[in-house]
Structure formats: structure tokens, C-alpha cells
């Protein structure tokens, strides 16, 4: 089982940046896929951002050329650079690994895009 903490999220105006990160334990050497989701009340939640082994990234279209994801092996911890944002993008974000063919979620971070 994996482990997920994310930290990062919070208020910003729009046009700001802000970086999301996500810490990965437990079972991090059977790692395939992790990435980023967000959702708002009443709303289904939605892929932002995917990294597979092999540094393949999928992005919504919604968050193409404005949203960076990444991953650090050696410290086990996906990011999420967020740039150019705008009020839609307020949400919580969750993390999410894949491992053993099995989902783990994290708690989730708030990020606020207002002025």
C-alpha cells in the first residue's frame, strides 16, 4: 500500500503560480503511474496531470501549456507547477499513485485562484 501527503496548495490571484507537491511511503518500488486529479462540490473529480514510468505525461486540455508535472524518483515525490492560473482552476487537488494495479489517494489541498 502507498502512502500519499500533499502540501503546497492555497490562495492566489489569477495569473499567479503555485507549486503542488506529494510525498509517496510504503510501497514506492512498485510505483507504475501517479498523478494529479482535482474536484469541486457536486462535481466528479478529473485527471489534471499523468506521469508513467518512462516520464509520459497526459494533461487536460484545459491545463495544457500552463501545468508542469514531474517526478523525483530518488525523494519519491510528484509535483505539479501550476502557472497562469485562473479562477477555474480552484479546487481541491488530490494526489494519486498506482501500484500493484491498485489506487491510493491522498488527503488533498485546497488551491484558491481569486482576487
Known amino acids: 500500500q502507498v502512502q500519499l501527503v500533499e502540501s503546497g496548495g492555497g490562495l492566489v490571484q489569477p495569473g499567479g503560480s503555485l507549486r503542488l507537491s506529494c510525498a509517496a511511503s510504503?510501497?514506492?518500488?512498485?510505483?507504475?503511474?501517479m498523478g494529479w486529479f482535482r474536484q469541486n462540490p457536486g462535481k466528479p473529480r478529473e485527471s489534471v496531470a499523468i506521469?508513467?514510468?518512462?516520464?509520459?505525461?497526459n494533461y487536460a486540455e484545459s491545463v495544457k501549456g500552463r501545468f508542469t508535472i514531474s517526478r523525483d524518483n530518488a525523494k519519491n515525490t510528484v509535483y505539479l507547477q501550476m502557472n497562469s492560473l485562473k479562477p477555474e482552476d480552484t479546487a481541491v487537488y488530490y494526489c494519486?499513485?498506482?501500484?500493484?494495479?491498485?489506487?491510493?489517494w491522498g488527503q488533498g489541498t485546497q488551491v484558491t485562484v481569486s482576487s
Open positions: 494519486y499513485a498506482n501500484s500493484n494495479s491498485m489506487g491510493s
Open positions: 510504503g510501497s514506492i518500488n512498485s510505483i507504475g503511474a
Open positions: 506521469i508513467i514510468s518512462g516520464g509520459i505525461r
